[in-house]
């Protein structure tokens, strides 16, 4: 089945309520253990492979037929209940973008992420533009959030950075990678954190991801909306129809730790 049936068909299936929603409990099993995968960015910790630095990277450097889930949360929770319950009724990863200041506010929500063994990466303290900062300023905005992070989830957070607003400039991302960071952006954006107020649906979330797919696709998404966005969360209604999508367009869902390697001594 192509992308373009195989969308069609899904959002026919979710609009008939019979695609598997979203609202399976977060508490049905016990945190997923990907085999095979080391997290950590301490002394001895994984690190970003060379392939992985001096850019951003908006795509995976693979030919496989594989894409990564990513979430970013700098405002409200209200999704996490339903994204979370949806990845671990199917066993799937994702890798989830706090910034410092959401890890501060809704410290369950990141330990909840952690403890369903998904992958923290560091989205900022405090959202700025990191154009608009000093060196000094882009360090403190990264190492606050990792702090708090770390507070929130009670685990190490990945060597993962993804700048607020998804705006670089070279100098931003040879900062962020001299603190051993790799810049992860993403192929497509599903906009679901607009929210209907912003003109955004389930439908057009789905079809913006699924347009995105290529081999190494990174697909960002959002645990709220904007703004509040009303308690609508698009992006965690849109969940399963993009898995279902990439699945029946030949695409495996795959864990960002898998890019990783050891660091010099390490394990």
């Not at 929603?21 to 995968?37: K, L, N, Q, T, Y």
């Not at 993009?242 to 898998?258: K, N, P, Q, S, T």
Request: hydrophobic letters at 45%.
């Amino acid at each position: 089945m192509g992308r373009r049936a195989a969308l069609a068909a899904l959002a026919c299936a979710g609009a008939a309520g019979l695609v598997p929603g979203a609202g399976a409990s977060a508490s049905a099993s016990a945190s997923m253990v990907v085999p095979g995968i080391v997290t950590g960015t301490g002394t001895g910790g994984p690190r970003p492979p060379a392939s992985l630095l001096g850019k951003e990277i908006r795509r995976l450097p693979t030919s496989r037929k594989v894409l990564a889930l990513t979430f970013n949360a700098a405002w409200d929770d209200s999704g996490i209940t339903t994204v979370l319950g949806e990845l671990r009724r199917r066993s799937l990863p994702a890798t989830f973008f706090p910034t410092g200041e959401f890890a501060e506010a809704e410290p369950a929500a990141v330990r909840a992420m952690a403890d369903a063994g998904q992958g923290l990466g560091d989205h900022s303290y405090s959202h700025p533009y990191f154009k608009d900062l000093t060196t000094a300023e882009r360090t403190d905005e990264v190492r606050a959030a990792d702090a708090a992070i770390r507070t929130a989830s009670g685990a190490e957070p990945l060597p993962f950075f993804r700048f607020p607003y998804s705006s670089t400039t070279p100098a931003s991302i040879a900062d962020v990678n001299a603190l051993g960071y790799a810049a992860i952006e993403f192929s497509a954006d599903t906009n679901g954190y607009l929210g209907p107020e912003g003109g955004m649906s389930v439908e057009r979330a789905v079809r913006r991801a699924v347009d995105a797919f290529a081999p190494g696709a990174i697909i960002q998404m959002h645990v709220g909306s904007h703004e509040g966005g009303g308690g609508v969360v698009l992006d965690a209604e849109a969940l399963p129809l993009i898995i279902d999508a990439a699945r029946a367009d030949g695409y495996e869902v795959i864990d960002l730790r898998a890019f990783l390697e050891a660091a010099a001594g390490g394990r």
